[in-house]
């Protein structure tokens, strides 16, 4: 899990994964689709453009146990602290609950030879 912590990572390179998932709002909100997507397109957009040392999310859905969440990269561990905060605020706000976020260290040596940052 987390063990270095403090060091950023090189022009855009992630350091941290933040892991965060979530039990899924009850109706009406709308299950994982075109539907879901079209509410959440906004939100991926200021999520893109507005989140400091954000590199990349990857969004994450079961509808089958009624979960979502995402895989955050982060150049820092300060940024997604940041971050989780204020989505575990964001999500709650909105119904969900079980909200459960971890934070990892990226081992970037082994990372780069199976292609998960250059």
Request: no cysteine.
């Amino acid at each position: 899990m987390s063990g270095s912590g403090g060091v950023a990572g090189k022009a855009g390179r992630p350091i941290i994964i933040l892991q965060m998932d979530f039990a899924t709002a009850p109706p009406p909100y709308p299950p994982p689709g075109a539907a879901r997507n079209a509410l959440l397109r906004e939100l991926a957009h200021s999520i893109a453009d507005d989140t400091p040392g954000l590199v990349w999310k990857i969004w994450t859905e079961d509808a089958a146990a009624d979960r979502a969440g995402g895989l955050y990269a982060f150049t820092n561990r300060a940024d997604a602290l940041t971050y989780q905060a204020m989505h575990t605020a964001r999500v709650a706000a909105r119904g969900a609950t079980d909200i459960r976020a971890v934070l990892w260290d990226v081992n970037a040596e082994l990372s780069a030879i199976t292609r998960g940052v250059s």
